[in-house]
């Protein structure tokens, strides 16, 4: 398969360095991908330079990841008007590991493959330079006319940020293009690639590479990723999507991709999973023949949700999800785990209960009407009851005098009441 065809109809082409394509069809090449260790798990706007490192991989091709513990050290100036927190070196480690492991998902690091994927962290080779090793071994070849001339620089001088740019970030591009020249000399590799903000830092590389005298390298960069309404893709009111299911619930990963636009659904359902051009474009007319049913959507939400977490993750989201709008029962409610049922019904009305009086056994009407406030009045409650208008853990309750006791709760924690079709809320035992 050719790499760079197979990215650019799939719409994950930025920038490509001439020779870049002949380059990869001439051999198996190697090329790496830098990844910043700033936490100990990867988060969705990680994802399209992931899909490179993958698709990669399936052309035949060797996939490096650099955990940047050095570069984390100083802080990347490419679009950020602050200079970001430092690590340690037990907490870069700490997040290698963690990374490492999801990216395990994706990449083959563990075969005998003459392309299996390796990981390597900056760390290891950036400590030992002294810095006037650095300056002599690296500074002297490139010239402070070509480092002020990249835009991730000429940004942070020109007024637009406040905190203007420290000698630390001004570096950055020379300690990158280090681990370019590093990677090159000792593992062959022949190719970085990015996002698009990343060209500056990478372009830096390629000609301390050639300014060495060590041979000639290549770039390649894709879009960066935006919504159809100009937002930053990744980022919800809540914070960053993240690969780890503590962080983020499968559930509430699935949830993302599902409620993605039509037009953002038919962009990233391109980029974030591994379906032919051929499924694609049938998906996308079945789409647009039937919007309602959301054809692109469900097929994005499963591909990524499987290749993130698990084919059981996936039927455990679409199983949750059917109890907001399906018609779930008590047993189904009862395998949910505590963090996607918060998942689910967030926003949801809480009230709180001493869980002793559970213990003894209350009765329904004490319970919902005068211990919480679900319902106004013991009257309206008797009556909704009597109607066949109130459900509990999706069982609708049948007699007025009936006792609740902790057996009813789930997760040992939470007791779910409906006020007819739509209205929820959540009895929390404490």
């Given at each position: 398969?050719?790499?760079?065809?197979?990215?650019?109809?799939?719409?994950?082409?930025?920038?490509?360095?001439?020779?870049?394509?002949?380059?990869?069809?001439?051999?198996?090449?190697?090329?790496?991908?830098?990844?910043?260790?700033?936490?100990?798990?990867?988060?969705?706007?990680?994802?399209?330079?992931?899909?490179?490192?993958?698709?990669?991989?399936?052309?035949?091709?060797?996939?490096?990841?650099?955990?940047?513990?050095?570069?984390?050290?100083i802080g990347d100036p490419s679009g950020k008007s602050d200079e970001r927190n430092l690590l340690d070196e037990e907490q870069l480690r700490k997040n290698q590991n963690g990374i490492k492991k999801q990216l395990s998902n994706f990449l083959d690091f563990d075969s005998d493959a003459e392309n299996a994927a390796e990981m390597v962290n900056n760390y290891d080779w950036m400590k030992e330079y002294s810095f006037l090793e650095f300056i002599r071994d690296i500074g002297k070849h490139i010239t402070v006319n070509y480092m002020m001339a990249k835009d991730s620089v000429k940004k942070r001088l020109d007024g637009s940020y406040k905190t203007g740019l420290s000698f630390t970030e001004f570096t950055y591009q020379l300690v990158q293009g280090t681990d370019f020249l590093h990677l090159y000399n000792e593992k062959n590799c022949k190719l970085q690639m990015g996002g698009s903000d990343q060209w500056g830092n990478i372009t830096t590389g390629t000609e301390l590479i050639r300014r060495t005298g060590s041979g000639e390298a290549f770039a390649l960069t894709c879009p960066l990723i935006k919504k159809a309404d100009g937002k930053k893709f990744g980022k919800t009111e809540s914070g960053n999507i993240w690969l780890d299911p503590v962080r983020?619930?499968?559930?509430?990963?699935?949830?993302?991709?599902?409620?993605?636009?039509?037009?953002?659904?038919?962009?990233?359902?391109?980029?974030?999973?591994?379906?032919?051009?051929?499924?694609?474009?049938?998906?996308?007319?079945?789409?647009?023949?039937?919007?309602?049913?959301?054809?692109?959507?469900?097929?994005?939400?499963?591909?990524?949700?499987?290749?993130?977490?698990?084919e059981e993750a996936y039927e455990a989201a679409v199983e949750a999800s059917q109890i907001l709008f399906g018609k779930a029962t008590t047993e189904a409610l009862r395998k949910i785990d505590e963090q996607t049922l918060l998942a689910v019904f967030e926003g949801v009305p809480q009230f709180f209960v001493d869980k002793a009086v559970l213990v003894e056994g209350i009765n329904i009407v004490d319970l919902l009407a005068e211990k919480t406030a679900v319902f106004p009045s013991k009257g309206e409650l008797r009556r909704t009851i009597k109607g066949g208008g109130v459900s509990m853990n999706k069982e609708k309750v049948t007699d007025a005098e009936m006792t609740v006791k902790t057996d009813a709760l789930l997760n040992d924690k939470y007791l779910l009441v409906q006020k007819g079709k739509k209205n929820y809320f959540l009895v929390i035992a404490q």
């Open positions: 398969m050719n790499f760079v065809e197979e990215l650019r109809w799939r719409g994950m082409i930025h920038d490509v360095m001439p020779g870049t394509e002949e380059q990869l069809q001439k051999e198996m090449t190697s090329a790496y991908v830098g990844i910043d260790p700033t936490a100990d798990s990867l988060h969705i706007g990680h994802l399209v330079s992931v899909m490179m490192l993958k698709h990669f991989q399936v052309c035949g091709h060797k996939p490096i990841v650099l955990v940047g513990g050095a570069t984390g050290m983020t619930s499968p559930y509430a990963f699935y949830q993302f991709w599902l409620n993605t636009s039509d037009e953002d659904a038919e962009k990233y359902i391109k980029i974030f999973t591994l379906l032919s051009k051929d499924e694609i474009e049938t998906l996308i007319e079945e789409h647009k023949e039937q919007p309602h049913r959301r054809a692109l959507q469900q097929r994005l939400a499963k591909e990524v949700t499987v290749m993130v977490h698990s």
